[in-house]
C-alpha cells in the first residue's frame, strides 16, 4: 500500500464505471471511500457488481451526501454531460478535487466558471481523457518528435459503433442538452485531432445526421489550422466500430489502429516514410489505470495536471464550432 493515498468518491453509477471504479480500487495511490446516486441502491448495486470485497466503501442514495463527505478528498464524475458543469461546480465549493469525465461541459462559459471556482477553492479538476496515458500515444508524439514523418500537415480521426438498443439514451435528446455522438464520443475525435498541432483550429466546417430528438447520429466535419494544415473527423453510431487515428506529415506518416485500446491486448502503430515503413507492437496498458493513478499523484504531490484547463476550453471551442456549422450550414470561425 502506499504511504499516501489520495481518498475517492465516485458520483453517479454511470456505466464507464465499469472501467473507473476497479482503477480507483486497485490503485496504489488511491483509495475509494463511498460511491453516490440518486436511483435507490444503485449505487449499492454497482459497488456489489464491480468490487464486492470492498465491504468498507460506503453507498449513498444522496449525491449531496458525497459532495459533503468528509473523508473524501477527490470526487470522480460520469454524469450526465449536461450536468458535469452543475455537479463540478457543487463539488468545488465544497473543496473537492474533480475528475470530470468527458466533455468537461457543453459550453466555453460553463469550463470558465469551472476554472474560476476551482481557483477559488484551490482545487485540481481535470478533464478525463483516459486514452491519453496509454504509452502507444508517447511512442507516436516520440516518432513525430524526432522527425520521422516531417512537419505535421493532416490528422483524420474516427470514433464509431452502432448503437445497441439498451444504449438508445445516448440520442434521445438534442445535441444542445448534451445528446448524440459528438458530445459522447466525438470529444475524443476533437481531442486526437488537435492532439498534433501546435495551434488551435481558426475555423470548422461539419455536416451531420439528425434524429427526431435533434440529436446526431453521424457527423463529420474538417477544422483548419492554418497554413494548410487540416483535421478531418468523424463520429457515428451508424457505423462499424472504428477508433483510430492518422497523422499525415511532409515526410511521412504514422497511424494509430485502435485508440480505446483495450488493456488485455497489445496495441499497434504503423509508421512509415519515403526510407522505411515499420508497424509497432505497444505493450499492454490499462489507460483508465494509469489516469486514476495519474490524478491521485498529481493531487497528492500538488502538480498541475498535464491536461489542462486551457485544453479542456479548446476542445469545448472546437466542438462547439462543429455543431454551429452544423446549425448553420456554413464554415464557423473561432474566436480567441
Not at 22 to 33: D, K, M, R, W
Not at 70 to 85: G, K, T, V
Not at 178 to 201: C, K, Q, S, V
Request: aromatic share 8%.
Amino acid at each position: 500500500m502506499a504511504e499516501k493515498q489520495l481518498r475517492w468518491g465516485i458520483l453517479g453509477a454511470a456505466r464507464v464505471n465499469e472501467k473507473l471504479l476497479p482503477a480507483i480500487v486497485e490503485a496504489a495511490n488511491a483509495e475509494l471511500v463511498a460511491i453516490a446516486s440518486r436511483r435507490p441502491g444503485a449505487a449499492a448495486e454497482i459497488l456489489q457488481k464491480l468490487a464486492p470485497q470492498e465491504t468498507a466503501v460506503e453507498t449513498l442514495d444522496d449525491p449531496e451526501a458525497l459532495l459533503s463527505h468528509p473523508n473524501i478528498d477527490a470526487i470522480y464524475l460520469p454524469m450526465s454531460n449536461e450536468e458535469h458543469a452543475e455537479w463540478a461546480l457543487k463539488a468545488i465549493n465544497h473543496g473537492k478535487h474533480v475528475l470530470i469525465e468527458k466533455p468537461m461541459a457543453l459550453t466555453v462559459a460553463d469550463i470558465d466558471a469551472i476554472e474560476a471556482a476551482a481557483k477559488a477553492n484551490n482545487v485540481t479538476v481535470m478533464e478525463g481523457f483516459m486514452y491519453i496515458f496509454h504509452p502507444q500515444h508517447d511512442y507516436v508524439g516520440q516518432l513525430i518528435d524526432d522527425g520521422k514523418i516531417g512537419d505535421v500537415r493532416t490528422v483524420k480521426t474516427a470514433f464509431a459503433f452502432p448503437m445497441k438498443p439498451a444504449r438508445m439514451y445516448r440520442i434521445d435528446r438534442d445535441i444542445n442538452d448534451g445528446g448524440g455522438a459528438m458530445w459522447d464520443i466525438g470529444p475524443y475525435a476533437i481531442h486526437t485531432a488537435r492532439l498534433w498541432f501546435d495551434n488551435e483550429p481558426v475555423s470548422a466546417m461539419a455536416m451531420a445526421k439528425l434524429n427526431d430528438s435533434g440529436a446526431d447520429v453521424s457527423l463529420s466535419g474538417v477544422f483548419d489550422f492554418t497554413d494548410g494544415k487540416f483535421a478531418h473527423f468523424e463520429m457515428s453510431f451508424e457505423h462499424a466500430r472504428r477508433s483510430e487515428y492518422e497523422i499525415i506529415g511532409t515526410k511521412g506518416g504514422i497511424k494509430c489502429h485502435t485508440v480505446w485500446q483495450p488493456e488485455t491486448e497489445e496495441a499497434t502503430i504503423s509508421w512509415w516514410n519515403d526510407e522505411e515503413e515499420q508497424t509497432v507492437s505497444i505493450p499492454k496498458a490499462n489507460h483508465f489505470n494509469l489516469e486514476i493513478e495519474y490524478f491521485s499523484d498529481c493531487i497528492l504531490q500538488g502538480k498541475a495536471p498535464k491536461l489542462t484547463m486551457a485544453d479542456a476550453r479548446n476542445n469545448c471551442a472546437a466542438i462547439c464550432a462543429a455543431l454551429a456549422s452544423v446549425r448553420e450550414g456554413t464554415k464557423i470561425q473561432l474566436s480567441d
